[in-house]
């Protein structure tokens, strides 16, 4: 599977972003899809990630109240609404995927499939 992330750009500091990660090349079904993120100078980082079916949700704690991961099977796609974003969101961010074990999502060595980044800029 092929991963396209879209959706970055430049909000101020309390505003809302939507960003899309489109599959191609085969379905997401099967395919636990995670966001992770590399602001300027950092380790890129883990913020969400959501299993095959919908119901597996995982957050990282800077996000979780402001961000909500979601999918639509039928239409390939999974999207981050970022809410109350701050400058510290500041980042590319990337979406991924991986088919098996929900947990292997969440970790980067585990993951076999990135799509390009789409960046991000929160102004204060």
């Known amino acids: 599977v092929q991963l396209q992330a879209s959706g970055g750009g430049l909000v101020q500091a309390g505003g809302s972003l939507r960003l899309s990660c489109a599959a191609s090349?085969?379905?997401?079904?099967?395919?636990?899809v995670a966001w992770f993120r590399q602001a300027p100078g950092k380790e890129r980082e883990f913020v969400a990630a959501i299993g095959w079916g919908g119901r597996n949700i995982n957050y990282a704690g800077s996000v979780k109240g402001r961000f909500t991961i979601s999918r639509n099977n039928a239409e390939n796609e999974v999207t981050l609404q970022m809410n109350g974003l701050k400058s510290e969101d500041t980042a590319i961010y990337y979406c991924a995927a991986r088919e098996g074990t929900f947990g292997y999502i969440l970790t980067m060595g585990r993951i076999n499939t990135w799509g390009q980044g789409t960046l991000v800029t929160v102004s204060s």
């Open positions: 090349g085969r379905t997401f079904k099967g395919y636990h």
